[in-house]
């Protein structure tokens, strides 16, 4: 009949209508489920990449400290090279004006020393001449008397004060070399300590400059990586932004939906139950 008809239309389109409420419903629980562990994956992400960009922040900033440190250490191993050989100049301009003097001094003792051996030589000839002629005279009796001739009584301590003067003179050459001697030794140690500082100072130099130029390299690196985390960093919040777009209406009113959605689709099963006969009780 027609009346058979129309309810078995009405029926039909229920149950189409039944059949849509539910996939919908399916549909936005799938949705608020994507929509939670999405956010939630983004968060994690976003806090990981933040922790992230904050070592690199602290690796690069540590990394500036070392090159500085590194640069500084550098200049001031060039800088104590360069005055160590300024002391070394010093030194040997020092020595120099030492050995000079030390020339000079051995010189004039030298010189001195001949003098006074000439002198003393000429005095201990002519006191010998004299003595001799001494003997000599006792053996002849002049003709006419004469006043006895007898040597400076002062001559003897002369020639001893010039025999004092040879000996302090040759003391003075003797103590004068021994000391030149000292002198050299001595300088030619600071000339050895000076270039095994200088040896250890350029090998500094080598190493830290090696080390300078991986800790640049190890910041060009660190400074790539965190404009890359930057970069990361905006994709994912240009990515929760478009969440939140997405579901931020679905997560606020997900459970009133769904009871909304159950609720039509409860009284469309009880209108089919009228019409196929049932009770609503």
């Known amino acids: 009949s027609v009346e058979l008809d129309g309810f078995t239309k009405v029926k039909a389109a229920i149950d189409k209508m039944i059949s849509a409420l539910k996939v919908q419903q399916a549909d936005e629980v799938k949705k608020n489920d994507w929509c939670k562990d999405g956010l939630h994956q983004n968060e994690m992400d976003t806090e990981k990449k933040n922790d992230q960009k904050g070592d690199l922040e602290a690796l690069i900033d540590k990394l500036a400290s070392d090159i500085k440190a590194l640069n500084d250490g550098i200049a001031e191993a060039k800088a104590q090279i360069v005055q160590l050989h300024v002391d070394l100049q010093r030194a040997s301009d020092d020595r120099a004006n030492e050995n000079n003097e ?55 301590g002369v020639m001893e004060m010039i025999e004092k003067l040879i ?112 009770s609503l009780a």
Do not use: W
């Open 102 to 156: 030390f020339q000079q001094t051995v010189a004039d003792q030298t010189t001195t020393v001949e003098v006074l051996k000439k002198a003393l030589d000429r005095l201990a000839k002519f006191y010998d001449l004299l003595q001799q002629g001494e003997v000599a005279g006792d053996r002849q009796t002049p003709p006419v008397p004469q006043m006895e001739y007898k040597p400076n009584a002062g001559s003897t």
């Open 167 to 278: 000996h302090e003179a040759r003391e003075l050459v003797a103590e004068a070399k021994k000391s030149e001697s000292e002198a050299q030794a001595a300088y030619e140690q600071t000339v050895a300590d000076t270039n095994r500082s200088v040896e250890d100072l350029q090998k500094e130099i080598v190493s830290k400059t090696q080390a300078l130029s991986e800790t640049e390299e190890d910041k060009r690196q660190a400074e790539s990586d965190h404009a890359d985390t930057l970069k990361e960093l905006e994709g994912l919040a240009k990515y929760e932004a478009k969440l939140h777009k997405d579901c931020d209406f679905l997560l606020k009113n997900f459970d009133l939906r769904q009871k909304a959605r159950q609720d039509e689709l409860e009284s469309l099963q009880q209108a089919k139950s009228i019409l196929n006969g049932a």
